[in-house]
Each structure stands twice: as C-alpha cells, then as structure tokens.
C-alpha cells in the first residue's frame, strides 16, 4: 500500500454500489476525497445528485457534489434498473431530502477546475457511465497531461458481461462517451467485470458493519439487502458484487490486482454494442482501429479476500465513531 494521500475524484451514480464506494473513499486514511461528479446510470442524474448529497451529509462531511450528465451522448436513454437499485437508488429505502445543494459548476467543469489546481495529483474515479469525463476531455484537450490515472468500474474484457454476453452496464449506458474516455491519452485503469465478479461480499458483512458503524451502517446494511435480493435471484449468491468499491481500493492498494495492457475500443452499434475490445497481444491486426491509440490497463486477476479486507476496515473504522 502506498502510504501517500492519494487526491481523488469520484464520478459516481449512486447506486447502492456506489455508497459502498463512496463511504469507503471517506473513511480510508490514505484518500483524500476532493468532490463527487454525478451522472444518470442507475437513477437519473437528478436522484444521482441528490443520493450523492445524502451520502455526505450522512457521513457528517463538507465534500461538494457537482451535477453532470443527463443522458448520453448519442443513444436514446434507457430506462433505470430500478430492480437492481431500487426507484430511489437506495434500494427504495426513500430517505429524506437533503438539507444540502450541489455547487453551481458541472460536473465537468468541477473536474477541470480540481485537475488544473492539482496538476499531476489527481485519481479521477468513475463508477457510472462516462459523459462526465467526455465532456471534461471536450472542455480542455490537455486534461490527460493534469490527472494522475483514471480509473474506472466498467467493461469487460475476456469474462461475460452482466448487460449482454459481452457489455458491462456502465459502458453500454453511453458507448461513445467511453470510447472518447478510452481513446484519450491518459494513464486509465478498467477494473472491470474479469475482477468485479470475483469479488463476492458477503450478506453477513453487512450485519457487522450495521453493528459497528452507527453512523452509517444501517442505511449500508438496509439499502444492501435489496441489491443482494436481486443477485441472490439472478445469480445464485447471497451477496452482491465489490463493483464499484474495487474501483476506488485499486488506488490505493494496485498490488491487489494484475493487470494486462493494450489499446481499447468500443463498440458503439450491434449486437456487440458496449463490448470493451483490447488489443493486448500486440498482433498488427488487418483492421487498423485499434493503430494509434494509447495503451490502457485492464485489471483481469484480484486478491478478493484482500479487497474485502481494505471495504471492511473502512466500513468499521473509528472515523465514523
Ligand atoms: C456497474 O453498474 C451499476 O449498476 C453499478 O453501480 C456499477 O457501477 C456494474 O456493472
Ligand atoms: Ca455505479
């Protein structure tokens, strides 16, 4: 583990997931969180903002929440999972509002602003569809020179995908967005579904983290019981995934996962739509679209026990007593 603080940006659409993401942002010692971006994805971008409020006024803190993307780019909005996340995104646990606003800048001019007064030192983390960090790119062309690495929850490479055979959610959300995200020369990081469905965590978990974290654990717990509700019946465990929570440990604790490398493209019509194709064996392929761009990182092995470990420390830490 690396033991300096690591500036991060969380580009989130909270999702249940999220919280448990972005609560474990707050509470590791080693992270310095500098604002959440929101997005549609789970919940439209509205209920994403107001989710992403709530989960800073629950958690105590003074972290600003800036409003991004409504829709994507070019496709037509889906409708939100709702059986995944429940309406509300908390799994319909319909929590008050918020006594807090967003601030008036966008999300992306939110990561801009951070990025240009932080060259060199910020993660940009991206947990829901990706028209915040292409709309960054369109809002200053030399962002990729500023951040430290991008890391995002999203695609998959050899593994199957959890919205198609091949597409994971957030990528299929808004493809062409993701493919102007991949194709941007910026260190990126996919910790995707090849590691995310590796990573059991387990229902029990949450009753522990209930019992410790007063603070918190309740809503983690409550909301929880209804994402591992859907994954108990669609997939035969009783515990839902560490998607969105891999995202955020990779920063501070990269050993846990290994990763291979090569160009990504994404596929933005068809049946494949939303599939993540790396070029990873370096083959000079007939066809050329993969030619000229930059290499990006794909975490395809993880210690699950290890990140269960780090989500857990965090969840029951003394920062939240
Ligand atoms: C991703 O999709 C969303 O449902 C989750 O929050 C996560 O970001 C998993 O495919
Ligand atoms: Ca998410």
Redesign the pocket.
């Known amino acids: 583990m690396s033991d300096k603080m690591q500036k991060m940006i969380i580009d989130?659409?909270?999702?249940?997931?999220?919280a448990m993401a972005i609560f474990t942002a707050m509470a590791h010692p080693q992270i310095e969180l500098l604002g959440l971006t929101t997005t549609y994805?789970?919940v439209s971008v509205d209920q994403a903002t107001t989710n992403a409020l709530k989960l800073v006024e629950m958690a105590g803190l003074d972290i600003p929440v800036a409003k991004g993307v409504a829709t994507p780019w070019f496709k037509p909005l889906a409708p939100f999972?709702d059986f995944?996340?429940g309406a509300d995104g908390f799994g319909n646990l319909n929590l008050s509002a918020p006594q807090r606003s967003a601030v008036s800048q966008s999300a992306a001019q939110f990561i801009v602003e951070q990025v240009n007064k932080h060259p060199g030192e910020i993660s940009l983390v991206a947990?829901?569809p990706l028209g915040n960090l292409a709309t960054a790119l369109h809002l200053d062309p030399e962002l990729p020179n500023k951040v430290k690495q991008v890391v995002i929850?999203?695609g998959v490479i050899a593994a199957d995908g959890?919205?198609s055979p091949v597409a994971?959610?957030?990528i299929l959300?808004d493809p062409h967005a993701a493919d102007r995200v991949f194709a941007a020369p910026w260190k990126l990081v996919m910790v995707g579904?090849d590691v995310?469905h590796q990573i059991l965590v387990p229902r029990g978990l949450f009753d522990e983290i209930a019992e410790q974290n007063l603070r918190v654990g309740q809503f983690m717990r409550d909301s929880a019981k209804f994402y591992i509700d859907f994954y108990s019946e669609v997939r035969d465990i009783d515990g839902c995934?560490g998607?969105?929570v891999s995202a955020v440990i990779y920063v501070v604790e990269p050993e846990l996962f290994g990763t291979v490398s090569g160009p990504v493209c994404v596929a933005t019509d068809g049946p494949a739509i939303g599939q993540t194709i790396m070029s990873r064996y370096g083959i000079p392929y007939p066809l050329t679209d993969w030619n000229h761009r930059p290499a990006q990182y794909a975490c395809m092995t993880v210690d699950d026990l290890g990140v269960l470990k780090t989500f857990r420390e965090a969840m029951t830490s003394s920062f939240w007593r």
């Open positions: 989130t659409d909270p999702g249940i997931d999220d994805g789970n999972p995944v996340h947990i829901g929850m999203g959890n919205v994971e959610a957030n959300s579904l995310t995934y998607h969105d």
